[in-house]
Nanobody
């Protein structure tokens, strides 16, 4: 019943920008960890950016700090990922994910994420 729908992926040259969107339906999010993971061929899945919904608390992977920004529209149960200064190593399938309600004042990619989107491909060329 709960669905996460991603959009905004595509192909871009190095140095370019993309904005990903993830809209949740079937569940009202409040103090959930919600955000983005990515997986490249032959690589392990990694957490990219996460937000504790309804708060200003965020998590970023070291590799994207200063380049990516996660934001949220709680009225729409939607999170966004603004990706600037893209690099070829950012090429991956990007997945939106959401956890159940949490009490801790932070988010970690090691938490159990119950809901996943279908993924959207991001390709960064030289």
């Amino acid at each position: 019943q709960v669905q996460l729908v991603e959009s905004g992926g595509g192909s871009v040259q190095a140095g370019g920008s993309l904005r990903l969107s993830c809209a949740a339906s079937g569940y009202t999010y409040s103090r959930n960890c919600m955000g983005w993971f990515r997986q490249a061929p032959g690589k392990e899945r990694e957490g990219v950016a996460l937000a504790l919904t309804g708060t200003s608390i965020t998590y970023y992977a070291d590799s994207v700090k200063g380049r990516f920004t996660i934001s949220q529209d709680n009225a729409k149960n939607t999170v966004y990922l603004q990706m600037n200064s893209l690099k070829p190593e950012d090429t991956a399938m990007y997945y939106c994910a959401a956890s159940m309600r949490r009490l801790e004042p932070f988010c970690s990619p090691l938490y159990d994420y119950n809901y996943w989107g279908q993924g959207t491909q991001v390709t960064v060329s030289l």
